[in-house]
């Protein structure tokens, strides 16, 4: 007989880890009413459920009113939720080092500043090192605060292309030529062309590399 029962009670117990909030401690209240007489620690002893849980299922059920879940505020919350003035800190030590993705593709900002450099001029700001998340902690607060450890690239000076010895070339033989001649008047005009070459041209790639020529796509 204690066999059957035993068996009973698995099955009861099956039946209500298939359920979840709500209708879970209504079902634990009804099992507890009917095989425990409303004795939420015999319910815990049997079934293994939580008393205060079968406690609350048998007021929802007795009473009609369903106890509203706040599931938002469980768990631990995020260190620079709890505490906005040093996530506005770490934005401020942060941002000035750092910059946007080259090619706009996402809105990530790198930075050439690790966690523990973070700490570093977080301390010298005022805070006590016990007041400070751990190495590892401020990694992830940097990660969630969508900064990335990226070597910054500094932007190199434009080179003498290697047309320009040819322009100056043309230039001078032209003025040579005319220079002799009367009915040739030389105008000096100032233009600034604007010539697209650097690291973010084109995003990232080199406008000079190689080229596909014909017959080398795919398709027709």
């Given amino acids: 007989m204690d066999d059957v029962r035993q068996q009973y009670d698995q099955l009861l117990g099956v039946g209500a880890k298939r359920l979840t909030g709500y209708p879970r401690r209504l079902f634990q209240a009804q099992v507890c009413l009917t095989l425990c007489g409303g004795n ?11 008393r205060q849980t079968v406690s609350k299922g048998i007021k929802e ?10 599931f938002h505020a469980r768990g631990r919350r ?3 939720d709890l505490d906005p003035k040093l996530a506005g800190d770490i934005r401020s030590v942060v941002e000035p080092r750092s910059y946007a993705d080259p090619e706009l593709r996402s809105s990530r900002r790198y930075s050439n500043l690790t966690a523990g450099e973070v700490r570093e001029a977080l301390a010298s700001r005022g805070y006590e090192p016990g007041d400070l998340p751990a190495e590892r902690t ?8 969508n900064y990335r450890l990226k070597r910054v690239v500094k932007g190199k000076p434009l080179k003498k292309m290697a047309e320009t010895d040819a322009v100056f070339a043309n230039v001078a033989a032209a003025r040579a030529e005319g220079k002799g001649d009367p009915r040739t008047l030389e105008i000096s005009v100032d233009t600034k062309a604007k010539v697209a070459v650097g690291d973010y041209v084109r995003g990232g790639k080199k406008p000079d590399g190689p080229r596909r020529g014909r017959g080398q796509g ?3």
């Fill in 61 to 70: 059920y007795q009473s009609g009113i369903r106890c509203v879940e706040n």
């Fill in 40 to 50: 939420a620690r015999e319910a815990e002893c049997r079934f293994g459920w939580g």
């Fill in 138 to 145: 401020m990694r992830d607060i940097l990660n969630r605060m």
């Fill in 78 to 80: 995020r260190r620079e």
């Fill in 218 to 220: 795919v398709g027709p």
